[in-house]
Every structure is written in C-alpha cells, then in structure tokens.
C-alpha cells in the first residue's frame, strides 16, 4: 500500500523588490587596494610552500561576464549592477576586510561580507523570492555561517569576481547567498561542504534537469533518501511529501505547490495520454484528501509493452524513491492521470 500526498496549499510568498549589489571593491587597512586579487594569486602558492593552510583556495574567478544578479526580479537581468550610493564619498563601496589577511579554512563556516542589500533567497536560485537580505545598511555589517554551498552551474558576476555556487546561510538569515556575497578571494567557500558534489542544475529547464534534481534528494540525507513528511522542509525549503518533492524537481516556487494545484493549474500542467508519456512528465492522483492524493515523477517505461514503468516518488514510510511502478496503467491504480509540465514546451 503506497501513501499520498499533503493537501498542503501552494506557496504564496512575494519576491521582495528587485535591488542589485553594490560594485565589488577590496580594501585593506581602510584604503582601496585593487591589487588585492592578483596579489593573492601570487603569494598563495608561496604560502602554501610554507605549510600555511589554504585549503579550499582554489577556482579563483576569471573575466568579467556578468550573469544574473544576487538580487533577483527585473534589476537582476542588467548587465551593469546596480552601485551602492550611501558609501561616504565615493558612489562605490569598498570592500572590507575582518582581519586584513588571507582567511585560513579553520573558519570556513563563518565568513565576512562586503558591500550592502545583498538579498537572501528561498533556495538556490537567484530567482527565488527574497527571504532576508545582508548588509541592509551599512556594507560589511553582517558576518553570515554556512552548512553547505550548491553549484548551480549559473555564474553570477560583480565585476570581476565571479562564482556558480550559492551557501546555505544558517545565519543570521536561513536561505540561500551567493557567493559572491562574502568577502573571500575564491569563487567558493573553503572547507564547507559542496552538496551533491557539484554541478547541481538549475531549478526547471530541461527534462533531463528536472530528473536530476529528482534524483538529488535519494542522497542527500547524509547519502540516504529524504525522510517523507508533510510538515516539514527539507535544507532547500521545500516540502518533503510527494508535492512538494515534485516540485522541487520542477523548480516551482517553495515550498511547493500541492497535488491539486500540480494536476488543476494550467499554468504548472496540462493533461495527456498515457502514450504521450516523456521523462520528467508527472502521474497525479487528485482525489480524496491528503491521504489519498499522490502525484510521482515518470522516468522511462520498463518494457515495449508498457505494462510498467519506472518513477521517482516521495511516499510515506519511506522517504524518496526510484522504483518501478503501474499507477494509472490497465491493471493498476486508475485514479493516476498523466501530465505534462508546461514548462517543457510541448
């Protein structure tokens, strides 16, 4: 016997109005040192020879391409940043330093910021709505702790300092920072862990994408599935029952929508046959209550036949799963209807 879904109802939070970071400047000993970077390029290998521990110093960004803003919303699609204003004397704020000197990776779960507004989102992905922001008045004014860092594979650009990976703050605001954010000369956090080793993709997308970050929650409880639950959230923010793990893979707005909302809104899907069934399409079974409603991920069929087929689920007693499955199939449960996120495009 399979369990079902939350009737939980579908995330309502508002993305907080667009604010781009300040430009990305350094200094040290309160005065601008632009040199910071190439400075630092040259003497670690000098001081990693003298037995100085610079683990994690590695990756240090190139080039100026500038992506989507830390921000989020419209300001986050320009290609010029927006510039902190309220810095004395100068349009740009500088940078600042907490000691002055190369952070060693002992510390690597606390770190300094710079610069002001840098807005905190729901999961790992600048277009998330805002759960918080850092700096909010004065640059540097927050130190921020981190659990672990996702590699979204998307680069986000301040001037020359770029970087794909986002931390999961624990404080002192939870959520999700780019970080670029933090006043590290690295494009990633040294010694915090990386989850899903890297390479995550982006929430939405392609077919392909949406599988893989289905397939990212079977581990990432420590190397074991997620646990099933339809009160709580996982570290990304989303629901940990069968609707919101859906739509964690389809990259739909935290903490997810319910099964209802995945089967009835034509905006996330719209209803097919059984034969038109592709990898990251969705079976939902809508009726009933919360303990009755189901949705799973389709991933291929198992046989020329069609008589079963392999999904991703999230369901009760167990926690996520890949197995193979006949909901909605001749024989089987035939209150699963077939659907297709709308977001793939046809």
Known sequence: MYEHSSAHPADTTTPA??????????????????FRRAVLRTVLPTIAAV??????????????ETGTAAAGG????????SRDTTATGSALTSRTASTGSVRQAAAAADFPTWGTRWVVHATADTNS?????????????????ADYQVDTGHKVCEGSSCSTFMAHLTGPVSGFLSVVAVDIPQDRL????????????????????????AATWLTANNGSQVPYSQAKTWKDGYRQD?????SMALGLPTPGTNTVGLATNRNLTRPI??????????????????????????????????????????RGGHGTDHRALTYGLPGGDAEFKPYRPVKFGD
């Open 17 to 34: 109005p667009s604010e781009a970071p300040t430009s990305r400047r350094r200094s040290a000993s309160g005065k601008r040192s632009p």
């Open 51 to 64: 037995g100085i521990g610079v683990t994690g110093f590695t990756g240090f960004a190139h080039g100026s």
């Open 74 to 81: 419209p300001a986050a699609a320009a290609t010029e940043l």
């Open 129 to 145: 709505p805002a759960v918080g922001m850092i700096n909010k008045t004065a640059p540097g004014q927050d130190r921020v702790t």
């Open 190 to 213: 040294p010694g915090v862990p990386v989850q899903g080793g890297g390479g995550q993709p982006q929430p939405g997308g392609s077919r392909q994408e949406a599988l893989q970050r």
């Open 242 to 246: 069968c609707s919101g793990y859906a």
């Open 273 to 314: 046959s059984l034969g038109e069934l592709k990898p990251g399409d969705l079976l939902i079974d809508a009726a009933g209550d919360n303990n009755t409603r189901h949705v799973v991920i389709f991933e291929k069929w198992n046989n020329d036949a069609h008589s079963s087929y392999t999904a991703y689920e999230q």
